[in-house]
């Protein structure tokens, strides 16, 4: 049994969906962001960096996992599944996911910072982060022009990715003129797996997602 620690953000998406795919039972532990929860001293037990997503694996040995990407490459490599098994079918599959990990989850997270969240408008910043954001989709659509899927089949890699381009309307970046991308994202979420995920915790309304965030700013 898995213990999920986790809210209804783009990162902690990519673990409910990778659950769900991979058909593991586990029980949903939804943090609030306006209580801090992600700060108290017991989840600061399972992440020293108090943020979501964490899983805590109770058959084994309640070992705890944090940082989605290490998260995700824990359940491909405990199921057998969703990660290539042979030395470049692996390294494939690794290098997007570190693509979504060290460069569309920042950039694109500083864009929503900046579009919707920032006291101020400081429009320099909003570009800059939008410009970047959209750059990096125009690899992923190129990327996605020659394969069906990030690392040819489906993977870790289409999990984690997926549930920040999702939501591109949110941070100001359109998909327009990407037309790879955008059949990867409609066969994404066409997924009932996906769907599911998407629906893990529960959504609390959008005043209180838009406070929660804007406490992450000061925290």
Do not use: C
């Amino acid at each position: 049994m898995i213990d999920l620690y986790t809210a209804a953000t783009p990162n902690g998406h990519k673990v409910s969906i990778v659950l769900e795919e991979l058909g593991l039972p586990y029980t949903v532990h939804a943090l609030s962001f306006d209580k801090k929860e992600q700060k108290s001293e017991g989840f600061l037990k399972i992440n020293p960096n108090g943020r979501i997503p964490a899983i805590v694996d109770r058959a084994n040995g309640d070992f705890a996992v944090f940082e989605s990407g290490a998260i995700l490459i824990y359940l491909a490599e405990l199921s057998g599944k969703l990660l290539p098994k042979d030395p470049k079918g692996r390294s494939v599959v690794l290098q997007w996911l570190m693509f979504q990990m060290g460069g569309i989850g920042p950039m694109q997270g500083q864009a929503n910072v900046f579009f919707r969240y920032f006291p101020e408008k400081l429009q320099g910043a909003i570009d800059r982060y939008q410009h970047e954001t959209r750059r990096l989709y125009e690899v992923l659509d190129t990327r996605l022009q020659a394969v069906e899927f990030l690392g040819g089949e489906y993977s870790i890699a289409d999990i984690a990715t997926f549930p920040w381009v999702r939501g591109h309307e949110w941070s100001g970046v359109e998909v327009d003129g990407l037309p790879a991308l955008q059949r990867w994202m409609a066969t994404m979420e066409a997924r009932p797996a996906v769907q599911r995920g998407l629906l893990v915790p529960e959504r609390i309304d959008d005043a209180s997602i838009i406070k929660g965030a804007q406490a992450m700013l000061i925290r």
